[in-house]
């Protein structure tokens, strides 16, 4: 089977039986991962561009093979290796585990013959066909199309851009990708060229040679195609059925290669019976080929008839089923079931496209084709496909002897074959954009970090994560995580703090809750110094080998080595601590103490206590102040305010800063929900408040110091945002981090954690982990941008996202963490699993999952 097309010109197509076809790529902006509003402007976009087809159309999607060091060249974007080895190493370990994986991309492509205009183009266009026909025969070369006819070619292109709408983006495919398409057609799977947008095109065996503003094809593989694989060995043959060969629904398309023939198998489905009734969202069918577990290419064919055309053909339809009323007329059992409903539906047909002028009729043939290393191979994936639709009242069907013919249409230049007319569908142009037949394949951000897989596009896709993306695009930053325990909200915000000391060498600062001082073997993985600041007290940690405290983190010291005043950070801290009221005459004292001993070198709060002392003498309010604050520095739990022995933590001299406060208590959420139980809090929790609080500010002060990124990570949110302070101090992260280069990352178990609703609605990049309460799941996915009502996604994140219980056992489930629901900076939304930076020991050390030592009973 020769290829169709004698000649390239750009975006333009020329082909042996005369025609010229213009191609563009398709590049939507909405995705169908979305929901809601989304989604239905994605449909509403999809219905204007079906409504503006005329004549013969072809949409087609196809897979493409993404080698891996594109991704990786993706990863080292703008990046300095040479200055940055940590990030190298990391990076080329990436790329040795890129290289097990078959990563896909996908694309879609509009093509359109151009009709010629009278009777001299057509004439023009009979002699080419003429002309290619007799060289066939004689083996001469096909004559390149001539100037007049490019030029000609250019601007019917031109127009019939124009005429699309313009809804949805269109580029003019380029030479090499139009040769891409051409060259990948029989070596699916197998060995596939790189799709590329220079002007050469890697490992396709085509030649393109330049002169006068167009490109020549000169050469294009040849190619033998057997189907149903007659010339398979024996014992490949076996096992297929006592009608084998009737079974083996497939063509093997072999091509001449240097070391040998290589040869891919191919099985093309057409959709042969679809629903009466279609329903919005629930019809995007073509949508659900991308999920389905492997790589799918479609297509659809499409012949488009204006609305007064549409209207003559369905009334002389209507006739035809009408008169079937009389044919039955003498059967006792009456007119059959699905003639009334065919009746009823050509009303209903009708009736819409009287009722709107825009409304067009479309012949619709949808083709699928899956591939396989083996005819084994292909034919599995054929009935996964046919069978993963059958509920739907979908039903594929793989036509015997048409699959030479079908492998035709998929490709630009041919004709719509019969196999395919047979097997189409007629449908309005509002009916059969609820296909979605184009849809944004691009997730995650432009380059970046390898942050994880995308696993719910049908195959494998690179989700590339890169923190400063937001804040140095003019959008908002911050990225969070929900989750319920267990769900891997932590390996995410290590990995978050991975990336930006890997690849950002930027600056870290982390809260962490835990008894095991989980971080701790987090940032001793990572390149750099770390500082980590235990608050422990001894009263509460005797366990045998704990932490010690090392680090004073007064406010009036800590700040003090900055050259900033501390007045204000210490001022907030201790009204929070000792719950003082804005307006009271206590919190007059504290402020003219503060006053008094800022900037002064022996700041401390040891100092402010004997200054408000020494204002008690003629303030009464600032000496039960000062006998508040001494009896308070007694309790242990405040060595790390009031112990002058221990050395302020140094807010620059380390490149990541973790701030163990599990031994310090906090507020229930129960003491905090009204006045007269918030009146009761005791004050070592009170001080646990406040220490958080001031620990934001630490943070804040560190990274929003210009020179270099600070990224603020603040696992179990609510121990910052639980209080206006702390929440104040995560607003400014996400919403001025941007001017001075600093994010935050959140994590914690319901969004409501997250702080105030501006907040919430502010963070970016947002993760939702496996939630098995539904309560818990609906708001999760509200947050995220999906409609809480949505049954598939409820099912998502019940049961879909890291499965307790998956039915593959142990293994599964481990190959399974780490998957979440993400919404990128964009604001679209995919399935991805989540993978640990390969950095040297890190991967080890960002596990949590403790290890239980089960004893024997005697």
Not at 165 to 193: C, F, T, Y
Not at 399 to 411: F, I, S, V
Not at 496 to 518: F, H
Not at 637 to 648: E, H, M, N, Q, V
Request: charged share 25%.
């Amino acid at each position: 089977m020769d290829s169709p097309v004698t000649d390239l010109a750009g975006n333009l197509l020329f082909c042996a039986d005369g025609s010229t076809w213009a191609v563009w790529r398709v590049l939507p902006h909405e995705s169908a991962r979305a929901s809601g509003r989304r989604l239905r402007d994605l449909y509403d976009r999809t219905v204007t561009l079906m409504k503006s087809l005329r004549g013969e159309v072809m949409i087609a999607s196809l897979c493409e093979q993404v080698p891996a060091h594109a991704i990786v060249q993706r990863c080292v974007e703008g990046i300095d290796l040479d200055a940055n080895p940590q990030w190298a190493e990391t990076v080329h370990n990436a790329w040795d585990q890129l290289d097990t994986l078959d990563v896909l991309g996908r694309s879609y492509w509009l093509a359109k013959p151009l009709s010629g205009h009278g009777w001299k183009e057509s004439a023009q266009a009979m002699l080419r066909a003429t002309s290619a026909a007799l060289g066939e025969q004689i083996g001469l070369p096909a004559r390149p199309a001539s100037a007049a006819a490019v030029a000609a070619g250019r601007e019917r292109s031109r127009v019939v851009a124009q005429e699309l709408g313009g809804v949805i983006p269109l580029r003019p495919a380029s030479e090499a990708e139009l040769l891409w398409w051409l060259s990948r057609a029989p070596v699916r799977g197998v060995n596939e060229p790189q799709l590329d947008r220079t002007s050469s095109v890697h490992n396709t065996g085509a030649a393109v040679r330049r002169g006068s503003g167009r490109s020549r094809l000169t050469l294009l593989r040849g190619c033998v195609f057997d189907e149903g694989g007659r010339t398979d060995p024996v014992e490949d043959r076996r096992g297929w059925g006592p009608f084998g060969l009737l079974n083996r629904r497939f063509v093997k398309c072999v091509t001449p290669h240097d070391d040998g023939a290589i040869a891919s198998y191919q099985a093309y489905l057409v959709l042969a019976e679809m629903p009466r009734v279609f329903t919005f969202p629930g019809h995007e069918i073509l949508a659900r080929l991308s999920d389905i577990g492997f790589g799918v290419d479609y297509a659809l064919r499409i012949t488009a008839r204006s609305n007064e055309d549409a209207r003559a053909t369905n009334r002389r339809r209507t006739r035809d089923l009408m008169s079937q009323d009389e044919e039955h007329a003498g059967d006792t059992a009456g007119v059959p079931a699905d003639v009334v409903s065919a009746q009823e539906e050509i009303q209903h047909k009708n009736a819409r496209l009287g009722a709107s002028s825009t409304e067009i009729d479309l012949e619709v043939g949808v083709i699928a084709c899956v591939w396989g290393a083996t005819a084994r191979d292909a034919d599995a994936r054929a009935k996964v496909l046919r069978q993963a639709f059958l509920g739907g009242e979908y039903r594929w069907e793989r036509p015997l002897g048409g699959q030479r013919q079908l492998y035709q249409a998929m490709l630009p230049g041919s004709r719509t074959p019969m196999v395919v007319r047979e097997c189409s569908q007629n449908l309005l142009s509002t009916d059969a954009a609820m296909l979605l037949p184009v849809s944004a394949t691009d997730f995650g951000d432009p380059a970046g970090a390898l942050f994880g897989l995308t696993v719910d596009g049908g195959a494998i896709a690179p989700f590339l994560l890169d923190p400063t993306y937001g804040p140095t695009h003019d959008s908002s930053g911050g990225i969070a995580v929900i989750g319920e325990l267990g769900a891997g909200k932590s390996v995410v915000l290590k990995n978050v703090a991975a990336v930006v000391r890997l690849m950002l060498d930027g600056r870290v600062i982390v809260i962490d809750r835990t008894r095991s001082r989980e971080w701790a073997p987090v940032a001793a993985a990572l390149p750099g110094n770390a500082q980590i600041v235990d608050i422990i007290d001894p009263s509460l940690d005797d366990r045998p080998g704990a932490a010690e405290l090392r680090h004073s983190c007064d406010p009036l010291r800590v700040f003090r080595t900055a050259g900033k005043s501390s007045t204000g950070i210490a001022e907030t801290f201790f009204a929070s601590w000792l719950d003082l009221e804005s307006n009271s005459a206590e919190r007059d004292a504290l402020g003219a103490g503060l006053d008094a001993i800022s900037g002064h070198p022996d700041a401390s709060s040891n100092r402010l206590v004997d200054i408000l002392r020494e204002h008690g003498a003629r303030d009464p309010a600032a000496r039960a102040l000062a006998d508040r604050l001494d009896r308070l520095r007694r309790d242990p739990i405040t060595r790390p305010i009031f112990d002058s022995d221990l050395a302020p933590v140094d807010l620059f001299g380390a490149d990541m800063v973790v701030f163990c406060t599990n031994e310090i208590p906090l507020p229930s959420a129960l003491e905090m929900s009204n006045e007269r139980m918030a009146a009761r809090i005791p004050p070592r929790k009170l001080f646990g408040r406040a220490f958080h609080l001031l620990i934001a500010a630490i943070a804040k002060e560190i990274c929003f110091t210009p020179g270099r990124w600070g990224e603020f990570i603040c696992d179990e949110a609510y121990n910052v945002t639980g209080t206006p302070e702390g929440q104040q101090i995560a607003l400014e992260f996400v919403r001025d981090g941007r001017k001075h280069g600093a994010d935050a990352a959140f994590g914690s178990h319901a969004p409501k954690d997250l702080g105030d609703e501006v907040l919430r609605g502010l963070i970016a990049v947002r993760f939702l982990g496996r939630h098995r309460d539904d309560g818990l799941a609906r708001s999760g996915l509200a947050w995220l941008g999906v409609d809480p009502a949505d049954t598939h996604y409820q099912e998502v994140v019940t049961k879909d996202l890291s499965p307790m219980n998956p039915a593959g056992g142990e293994e599964e489930r481990r190959t399974r963490a780490g998957e979440f629901l993400v919404r990128d900076h964009s604001g679209r939304i995919g399935k991805v699993k989540v993978m640990t930076q390969p950095y040297r020991t890190l991967p080890d050390a960002v596990l949590t999952t403790p290890t239980v030592a089960r004893g024997h009973g005697g």
